[in-house]
C-alpha cells in the first residue's frame, strides 16, 4: 500500500498496446475518472495487496438477449445493466430471440429498442445463417449484410452440410464473420455430460469428444476448398484444441472461443446434478479444461466468450438432463476468471485481458481500440443474488455464494 493515504496503488493493464505497470492515484480521482490513462507515470515494482486494476473494458462475442419474444428470461434493459456491472462495453447478441434475426426488419425493431436505453453497452448483433428450427433453408443474407450485423451465425450447430458449403462459398468473399458450433448432432444423440467415467459414474447419457471433433473436421476440409473467415465457438474439448491448432498451423482462415466456464469447471463438478451446470456442448473432462486454458496462452483459442443466457427459475429448476443448457454470466466472469486463472499464474493478467478484449474485436473483424476504460477491485467481496445482480436470471452455480472481485466503475467514453 502507497505511503500516502490517499493514494491506492493501481495496477495498469493495456493488453492494445501490451504495456503493464504500476502507479499510485488519489482515490478520489478514481472515483471520477480524473485521469488520462494513457499518460499516467508507470514503474515496475508491484504493489502489496490491496489494490485496484485499471484496463480497457470488455468486448464480448456472443451471448442471448431475451428481448423480443423473452422478456420474462432477460430485457435489453437487464442485458444492458448486467454486462455494463461486469465491464463489458461491447456486446454482440446471438439472433435466438422471438422473432429470430433472420432478416433486416427484426433486427431494426430491436435497434430501436436500445435506443431507448439511458445507458447500454455498444452491442453488435449476430444475423442467423438459416430459417426455421429445422435450419434447412438460408435467411435474408444479403438483407442482412446492409443493416451491418457483426457476422452470420445460429447460435448452434448446423445439421446440413451442404447448407454450410453454400454459406462459406456465398459469405466467404464478403467478409463477414461465419460463426459456428462445431457439433455432430447425430453422434451426440442424446447426451448431457461429456462421455467419460464421470458421466458413467453419475448416469448421465454421454456426449463423446468426437462429436466436437468429427464437425471440426467437417468445417475445417470445407474451408481447404471455400475460404472464409469463419469462427469456431463454444470449443469444449481438448482434441478440439488440437485441430484448431493444426488449421491455424495450416493458415486456414479461422479463429476460436471458448466460453468462461470450460476453463473453471468439468466433468467432476457434475456431481452435485446442478440444473445450473447443464452447457452445451457439455462441460469437458479435466484434461479438456486444462487444454483449454493452455490453449488460451497459447493463442490457440483467441478469446473467451461469456454466452451469457438467462433463464427463468421455472424453466431451469428441473432435472439435470432436463433443463434447458445455458447459465448467465456478464457479472461473474471477470472475477472468478481473474481469482481462478490470473492469481494462480495459469494465465498471465495481460493473457486474461486481451482474451477478454482485444481478441473479441479481432473475432468479429472490428478495430481493436480500447472502447473506454473501467477499474476493478480484485479483493472486493459481495454475494451473488437477486439483490446484486442485474440480471434476470439466476441461473448459475455461483449462486448465493461469495464472489472475490468487482468492477467499481466505467470511465467516459
Same mark, same amino acid.
Request: proline share 9%; charged share 20%; glycine share 8%.
Given at each position: ?13 493495456n493488453?492494445?498496446? !501490451? ?27 508491484s504493489?502489496?495487496?490491496?489494490y ?12 442471448y438477449?431475451?428481448?423480443?419474444g ?12 448486467a ?23 427484426t ?68 467478409q ?9 448432432? =447425430?453422434?451426440?444423440?442424446?447426451g ?10 453419475? !448416469? ?21 476448398d ?18 484448431i ?9 479461422v ?6 466456464m ?57 432435472a ?25 499464474g ?38 451473488? =443474488? ?6 434476470? !436470471? ?16 466505467? !470511465?467516459?467514453?
Open positions: 500500500m502507497s505511503s500516502q493515504p490517499n493514494l491506492v496503488p493501481v495496477r495498469f493493464l493488453p492494445f498496446s !501490451g504495456q503493464e505497470g504500476w502507479t499510485d492515484l488519489p482515490r478520489a480521482d478514481i472515483e471520477t475518472f480524473a485521469f488520462d490513462p494513457q499518460t499516467l507515470p508507470l514503474r515496475e515494482k504493489a502489496d495487496s490491496p485496484l486494476v485499471l484496463a480497457p473494458t470488455l468486448t464480448d462475442l456472443y451471448s438477449t431475451g428481448e423480443p423473452y422478456e420474462h428470461r432477460e430485457t435489453l434493459a437487464s442485458l444492458s445493466a454486462a455494463l456491472a461486469g465491464g463489458f462495453t461491447q456486446a454482440a447478441l446471438l439472433p435466438l430471440c422471438d422473432p429470430v434475426i433472420d432478416q433486416p426488419a433486427l431494426d425493431l430491436i435497434q430501436r429498442r436500445r435506443q431507448t436505453l439511458p445507458e447500454a453497452p455498444r452491442f453488435h448483433f449476430w444475423g442467423a445463417l438459416t430459417l426455421g428450427a429445422a435450419g434447412e433453408q438460408v435467411s435474408e443474407w444479403d438483407g442482412l449484410m446492409e443493416t451491418g450485423i457483426a457476422g452470420f451465425s445460429d447460435g448452434r450447430p448446423l445439421k446440413n452440410p451442404l447448407l454450410l458449403r453454400r454459406a462459406l462459398e456465398y459469405l466467404g468473399p464478403r463477414k464473420p461465419i460463426a459456428l458450433v462445431p457439433t455432430d448432432l =447425430n453422434l451426440r444423440g442424446s448431457v455430460a461429456r462421455e467419460s467415467a464421470d458421466s458413467l459414474k453419475l !448416469g448421465l447419457p454421454g456426449d463423446p469428444a468426437a462429436s466436437e471433433a468429427a464437425a471440426l473436421a467437417q468445417i475445417l476440409e470445407l474451408l481447404r471455400y475460404p472464409a473467415p469463419v469462427h469456431l465457438m463454444r470449443i469444449s474439448t481438448q482434441r478440439g484444441v488440437e485441430l491448432a493444426q488449421a491455424k498451423a495450416e493458415g486456414l482462415p479463429t476460436a472461443s471458448v466460453a468462461w470450460y476453463l473453471l469447471k468439468d466433468t467432476e463438478d457434475l456431481e452435485s446434478y446442478n440444473p445450473h451446470l447443464r452447457l452445451a456442448p457439455p462441460l469437458g473432462t479435466p484434461q479438456d479444461r486444462q487444454a483449454l486454458i493452455n490453449g488460451v496462452k497459447a493463442g490457440i483459442i483467441d478469446a473467451i466468450a461469456v454466452d451469457h443466457r438467462a433463464y427463468s427459475y421455472e424453466e431451469k429448476t428441473l439435470f438432463a432436463d433443463a434447458p443448457p445455458g447459465a448467465v454470466g456478464f457479472e461473474l466472469a471477470l472475477p472468478l476468471l481473474w481469482q481462478e486463472l490470473a492469481t494462480t495459469l494465465l498471465s493478467a495481460l493473457e486474461l485481458w486481451r482474451a477478454l478484449s482485444v481478441n473479441p474485436l479481432t473475432c468479429l473483424g472490428l478495430p481493436q481500440r480500447v472502447d473506454r476504460w473501467l477499474v476493478f477491485d480484485p479483493d472486493q467481496v459481495w454475494v451473488a =443474488n437477486g439483490q446484486t445482480l442485474k440480471t434476470l !436470471g439466476a441461473n448459475t452455480p455461483y449462486w448465493g455464494r461469495e464472489i472475490r472481485g468487482k468492477v467499481l466503475g466505467i !470511465g467516459a467514453a
